[in-house]
């Protein structure tokens, strides 16, 4: 297993944008899927976006397609998500993690480990 840290969160406006970056440590995301997910208070742990670091493959939530996007930086072995047009509804914590499953199963949070501690992000309207 792959462990990660996130990192980048922070107080943005509504309409603003924030970088996240997920970092692995000790090893790299080769092989691996790396996911973003997102937990608001009161709520489940929700599918944000994920990439396959090997031969590439993205996809993306319903709630931020269109306005987030996910990418790696393979000289810094980080997964990038750029969030743009931010809402207040994207305020959560936001946490990556990795698995090896088909691409059909990214979605569920189950398949993945290595959680990392996750990064607060808030939008204020």
């Known amino acids: 297993q792959v462990q990660v840290e996130e990192s980048g969160g922070g107080l943005v406006q509504a309409g603003g944008s924030l970088r996240l970056s997920c970092s692995a440590s000790?090893?790299?995301?080769?092989?691996?899927?790396v996911g973003w997910f997102r937990q608001a208070p009161g709520k489940g742990r929700e599918f944000v976006a994920a990439l396959r670091w090997s031969g590439g493959g993205t996809d993306y939530g319903d709630s931020v397609k269109g306005r987030f996007t996910i990418s790696k930086d393979s000289a810094k072995n980080t997964v990038v998500l750029q969030m743009s047009s931010l809402k207040p509804e994207d305020t959560a914590v936001y946490y990556c993690?990795?698995?090896?499953?088909?691409?059909?199963?990214?979605?569920?949070?189950?398949?993945?480990?290595?959680w990392g501690p996750g990064t607060l992000v808030t939008v204020s309207s």
């Open positions: 993690a990795t698995t090896k499953v088909v691409r059909s199963s990214w979605y569920d949070p189950s398949f993945y480990d290595g």
């Open positions: 000790g090893r790299t995301f080769s092989g691996y899927t």
